[in-house]
């Protein structure tokens, strides 16, 4: 099970080496185009909505764990400032 999407006052930490700053994210999006064509058959995306999005995996890019991952507050909300491991 993955962690979710940090917000405007979380971010995601690793619990192994704490790492806050680089992540390998697998999500799936679900999206509604709209889809524009010119006559020639070439087609431009004029909007995107966001319909669903789905954090899969997010995988620690300095020590590789990807069940390690946690939720934590920003800076500004009393969460940690350095990376440091424990
Ligand atoms: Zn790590």
Known sequence: ???????????WRC????NLTR???????????????DLGGDATVESSELLREVVEQVVCRWCGADDSIEIVPRPDAGGPTEETAG
């Open 15 to 18: 619990t192994r080496c704490g």
């Open 1 to 11: 099970m993955a962690v979710g999407l940090p917000g405007e006052q979380t971010r």
């Open 23 to 37: 992540f390998d994210v697998v999500r799936s999006r679900r999206t509604k185009e709209y889809w524009h064509f």
